[in-house]
């Protein structure tokens, strides 16, 4: 009886700890993302902004 209770709390608490797991590795991994797509974006902003000023020195 007591066995069977115990056995069935720690299934729980290691399934919750499971899906806990999974969601922080989850939020890691869009963070992530998130981050390298604006440094893309940066990079790549900063690239344009020197053509720009090249062809504005061109110009002038």
Request: hydrophobic letters at 50%; one cysteine or more; proline letters at 0%.
């Amino acid at each position: 009886m007591w066995f069977c209770i115990a056995a069935r709390l720690i299934l729980v608490v290691l399934f919750y700890k499971g899906i806990q797991n999974i969601a922080i590795i989850l939020i890691w991994h869009g963070l992530n993302d998130a981050y390298h797509r604006r440094q893309k974006a940066l990079a790549r902003s900063i690239k344009l902004s020197r053509k720009q000023a090249s062809h504005q020195g061109k110009l002038a």
